[in-house]
Structure formats: structure tokens, C-alpha cells
């Protein structure tokens, strides 16, 4: 079989959601450390956004599209499940991690905190704004995972993989701390999948 080659820097939420599913599926892969809107994943994504993939002669953009044909092309455990149900709530998180978890807390809460004008300081009225709507977030997770620990069923599913990196990312704030600490099954769910091998083996190089 083809070199299966993920496209992306390793300290995108996204492409370490895919590595931690090849990690899960015991898929070997070549990380290509390319950024967005280089060339090389242009050619690929339309809008240059990361991850991309190619596999053979096979490429394809979106991570999702990606967590597909890696759990579907290859051999080992299944992470998006056959059933039409569980196949759907996965589909159902993955959307909701995209459209809400990653806008309030990595769009809204994260990166504005990180990356600023050093002449002006954070924007912290949109910081603030932003905390309740990650708090809805939070609550709507943690009420998911309450009855069996993970998201869809009673394993990990790609919906996991897809929400967690964003999570441990929001534990490195206080104020994002503080809000995960409010939710008990949460907050079981964060540190049982973070210590999972897929999640410490695929941990980005400290910054510059
Ligand atoms: N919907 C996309 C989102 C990917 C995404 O937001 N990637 C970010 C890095 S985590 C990116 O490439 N940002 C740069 C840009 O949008 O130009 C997916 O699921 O793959």
C-alpha cells in the first residue's frame, strides 16, 4: 500500500486530531510540516487550510473527509462507526466541534489571547465575550460524555479525537480551567483521553 502523507504543522488542533487517529489505528504516516496557504497545500485545499492529505494518488482536504478514508481505507480498529445511528453522532459532534467548540474556544477565546498587537494589548472585551458561550459548550460536552465517558458509545470515536486537542488547549488558561473544573464528567473525559498514547505521542514541539 501507498505512503499515506498528512500535510500540516504539528501544532494545528486539526492535524493532530487525524495523527491521533492514526496513532489509535496503528496507521503509520509521514507528517509533512507544511503551513497554511503554502503552495503545497494549496494545491490541495482550495481555501489552503490544514490539514490535507495524499495517499498514492488519492488527495483530499477537510479533516473530517480525512478521518474518513483513514478509518474506511485501512485495516485495524474501526473510529467512525458502521451503524447508521453511531455513523450520525459522530457526524452530529464533529459538526458541533466545528461550528461551536472551535469557534468559542479556539476563534473567540484562544487565539485572541494568544496572539495580539503587543502595542495594544489583548482584546479582552472579546475574551470575556466569549466565555459563556464556551461555558454552553463545556456543559453541552460534558452532559454527552456523562453516560458512558466518550461521546458516541462507549469508546473513543473520531468525534473524540476531533474535540479533544481543543479541550487540552483550553486547559492551559486559567479561566478556561475554571470552567472545565465546574463540569465532573468533563473533566474525567479530558484527562482519561489526554493520557491516551494517540494524545501524549502526537504532542507538538515546544514553541520558539
Ligand atoms: N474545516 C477545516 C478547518 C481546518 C482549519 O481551521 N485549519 C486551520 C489550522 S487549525 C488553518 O489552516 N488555518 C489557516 C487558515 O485558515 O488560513 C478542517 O476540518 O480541516
Not at 3 to 23: A, H, Q, T
Not at 60 to 85: C, H, N, Q, W
Not at 165 to 172: F, G, R, S, V
Request: with cysteine; charged share 20%.
Amino acid at each position: 500500500m501507498a505512503d499515506l502523507e498528512i500535510m500540516g504543522v504539528p501544532f494545528s488542533n486539526y492535524v493532530r486530531s487525524i495523527r491521533m487517529l492514526c496513532e489509535e489505528k496503528g496507521v503509520a504516516y509521514k507528517l509533512t510540516p507544511s503551513r497554511p496557504q503554502s503552495p503545497e497545500v494549496k494545491a490541495i485545499h482550495p481555501a489552503g487550510q490544514i490539514p490535507v492529505m495524499r495517499h498514492g494518488d488519492v488527495t483530499l482536504f477537510e479533516s473530517k473527509a480525512i478521518a474518513t478514508y483513514i478509518d474506511r481505507a485501512f485495516p485495524g480498529l474501526r473510529f467512525i462507526p458502521e451503524d447508521v445511528l453511531g455513523l450520525s453522532r459522530v457526524e452530529q459532534w464533529v459538526s458541533y466541534g466545528n461550528v461551536k467548540v472551535d469557534r468559542w474556544i479556539m476563534r473567540e477565546f484562544v487565539v485572541p489571547s494568544v496572539f495580539f498587537d503587543k502595542a495594544k494589548g489583548p482584546d479582552t472585551a472579546r475574551i470575556a465575550a466569549a466565555l459563556p458561550e464556551v461555558d454552553k459548550c463545556c456543559k453541552a460536552l460534558d452532559d454527552a460524555v456523562a453516560p458512558t465517558g466518550h461521546l458516541v458509545g462507549a469508546g473513543p470515536t473520531y468525534a473524540d479525537m476531533n474535540v479533544i486537542p481543543m479541550l487540552a488547549t483550553l486547559l492551559n488558561f486559567p479561566a478556561g480551567k475554571e470552567i472545565v473544573a465546574k463540569y465532573g464528567a468533563l473533566s474525567a473525559y479530558v484527562s482519561r483521553l489526554t493520557s491516551r498514547p494517540s494524545f501524549t505521542g502526537t504532542a507538538p514541539p515546544p514553541r520558539p
